[in-house]
C-alpha cells in the first residue's frame, strides 16, 4: 500500500482526524468517559472482552484505534505490555498524560491505521480493537490484512464491537428503532455534520462533517478470512456496555438493552481469531 492509496481517502480522514482531535479533548474530561474513576484504580474494560480474551499478563497487546488509552492502559494493568495506536495527536497526547497520571508504562503511536506497517516493525501476542472503530475505515479487507500483520504466530486478534445492523438506525430517534439507511457498504462515505461529542452533550463547536462506512457482519468475517488468521467464535449480545440509543435501559449489571423481550436485536458482536505458528 503506497501513498497513491491514501490520497484518495486523505480529505475523508483529514476532516475525521480533525473531528477525533475535538472529541478526544471534550471526552477526556467527560463524565461518560470515566477518566477520573480510572485514575482512581477502576478498569475500563468490560466483562465482555475481559472473559473472552482472558489473562494477558506479560503478553505483549497492540491496542489499535486506542483513542486517548483508557481501554489500552487497562490492560496494562491487567499486566499486559502495551502499545496504543490513534491517528488523532490530542488523543495520543492525552493517551500519554493519562500513563503518566496513572504511573502505567505504555507507549502510544500517533498513525492512521493504514499507514501503520510503514510506521512500526513489530509483532504482538494479542491485537486488540473495540466499540466504534469500524465505521471510520473505508476499506475492511485492507483492515483485516494490517491487523493480521501484526499478529505473531501463535497469538491471537480479538475485536468487540457495536453490530453492523446498528447501522442502519437513526441515532438519535427518541422512542424506538427507526430504519434511515442500508446495511451494506458503499465506497461512498456517508456525511454527518456534527457539532459536538456523543460523550458531551453540552459542550460544542462549530458543525463539520463526517465520513463514515458501513461494512456488514459478511464483510468482517471474510476480511479475517481473506487475511489468513482463523476465527475461534463469532458471539452476538442484546447488550451494549454504551447507551448506543437514547431509548436504551440499563440493565443491573451496568450493560444497556433493548427493553423488549419479544424483539431482541444484537448490538455488539465480538471476534477472536488466532494466526496459527
Ligand atoms: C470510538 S473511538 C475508539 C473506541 C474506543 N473503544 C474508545 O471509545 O475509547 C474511535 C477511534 O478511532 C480513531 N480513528 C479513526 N479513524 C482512524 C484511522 N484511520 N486510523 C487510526 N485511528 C483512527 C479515532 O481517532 C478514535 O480515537
Request: hydrophobic share 40%.
Amino acid at each position: 500500500m503506497g501513498e497513491g492509496y491514501l490520497t484518495e481517502h486523505e480529505k475523508f480522514f483529514e476532516a475525521n482526524r480533525d473531528l477525533w482531535d475535538k472529541f478526544a479533548k471534550i471526552n477526556y474530561e467527560s463524565k461518560t468517559y470515566k477518566t477520573k474513576e480510572f485514575l482512581r484504580g477502576e478498569t475500563t474494560l468490560n466483562s465482555i472482552e475481559l472473559e473472552e480474551l482472558g489473562d494477558v499478563k506479560g503478553k505483549t497487546l497492540l491496542h489499535l484505534q486506542c483513542h486517548f488509552g483508557l481501554d489500552t492502559l487497562s490492560w496494562g494493568r491487567e499486566g499486559a505490555v502495551v502499545t496504543g495506536v490513534d491517528f488523532s495527536g490530542e488523543a495520543i497526547q492525552l493517551a500519554r498524560k493519562l500513563a503518566d497520571a496513572a504511573g502505567l508504562d505504555a507507549r502510544f503511536i500517533q498513525s492512521n491505521i493504514y499507514d501503520l506497517p510503514e510506521v512500526l516493525d513489530e509483532k504482538f501476542d494479542i491485537v486488540f480493537t473495540s466499540y466504534g472503530v469500524h465505521c471510520w475505515l473505508n476499506d475492511i479487507r485492507r483492515w483485516g490484512e494490517i491487523v493480521s500483520h501484526f499478529v505473531k504466530p501463535g497469538g491471537t486478534f480479538y475485536i468487540a464491537e457495536f453490530h453492523p445492523l446498528l447501522w442502519i438506525f437513526d441515532w438519535d430517534a427518541k422512542d424506538d428503532f427507526k430504519m434511515v439507511r442500508g446495511y451494506f457498504h458503499s465506497p461512498t462515505p456517508c456525511k454527518f455534520d456534527v457539532d459536538g461529542s456523543y460523550a458531551d452533550g453540552e459542550t460544542k463547536f462549530e458543525s463539520q462533517t463526517d465520513y463514515e462506512w458501513a461494512h456488514s457482519m459478511a464483510d468482517v468475517i471474510n476480511a479475517i478470512i481473506h487475511s489468513g488468521l482463523r476465527m475461534e467464535f463469532l458471539h452476538e449480545f442484546a447488550k451494549a456496555p454504551f447507551q448506543s440509543f437514547p431509548f436504551l435501559k440499563q440493565a443491573d449489571d451496568g450493560y444497556w438493552v433493548y427493553d423488549n423481550p419479544e424483539v431482541q436485536l444484537p448490538l455488539v458482536y465480538s471476534i477472536k481469531a488466532a494466526k496459527d505458528e
